[in-house]
């Protein structure tokens, strides 16, 4: 799964990145430890102009009474995501990029301890995960939500998970966005062997009300 992320790209080298319009309530950045519920930056098209715009991290299908209404979905499975039915319209018609530097997975030693990993691409650009998104308003309060699309892990990220988020290339952007026809679900894979590299971070991370720089450092020695 994908459940916490760290993103330090300032606004405007997104939507150059992305060739998008941002919004004006994007989400601070740098943020090292982005968590599940908050807004992150995200990426759609639609008449023929993409948005960078905020999104809460964590879809809500129409039927949730509340934001709490259910299971918090901050990942949909790339194996079910066509027919689940919280996912299965968004995966046709509302698909989004989500914009990270790197996300955090964990390990846990055989007496229960969590040991946090900092993941990145190997060529050390932005991750643009696939995504799908979701309006949803009840009793004044609404949000457009969104979830992270996850596969199972290839080989080199299965050494510290078994699954991963379905990471996109820019080459691959048009089509998952609806902006190149169909077929965006052969998309939906792990990303090559060696397209992601990874490090041990301190443990301060654990915590979602860390914050700043150091929680993406490697480790040194057990500093932790």
């Known amino acids: 799964m994908c459940g916490r992320m760290a993103i330090t790209l300032p606004h405007d080298a997104m939507a150059q990145m992305f060739e998008a319009t941002p919004a004006n309530d994007l989400p601070h950045v740098p943020n090292y430890n982005v968590c599940p519920t908050v807004q992150i930056h995200t990426v759609t098209s639609a008449e023929g102009e993409r948005r960078l715009r905020p999104m809460r991290w964590g879809f809500l299908p129409h039927w949730y009474k509340t934001t709490s209404g259910g299971p918090l979905l901050i990942n949909a499975r790339a194996e079910t995501i066509a027919e689940k ?3 299965r319209a968004a995966a046709r018609e509302r698909r989004c990029l989500i914009v990270a530097t790197g ?7 055989p007496d229960k301890v969590r040991l946090p990993w900092y993941i990145t691409r190997a060529d050390g650009t932005p991750m643009a995960f696939a995504g799908v998104w979701q309006e949803w308003e009840r009793d004044g309060e609404a949000h457009t939500s969104c979830a992270v699309v996850t596969t199972g892990a290839n ?3 299965s050494q510290i998970h078994h699954r991963m988020p379905v990471i996109l290339d820019p080459a691959d952007w048009p089509l998952w966005l609806g902006e190149a026809g169909k077929g965006a679900a052969t998309l939906m894979q792990a990303a090559p062997e060696g397209a992601v590299r990874f490090h041990r971070v301190s443990r301060a991370v654990n915590s979602n009300r860390a914050s700043g720089p150091e929680l993406i450092e490697p480790l040194i020695d057990d500093e932790d």
């Open 103 to 109: 996300f955090y997975e964990w390990t846990v030693t």
């Open 155 to 157: 080989a080199q990220m």
């Open 85 to 87: 039915p919280a996912f």
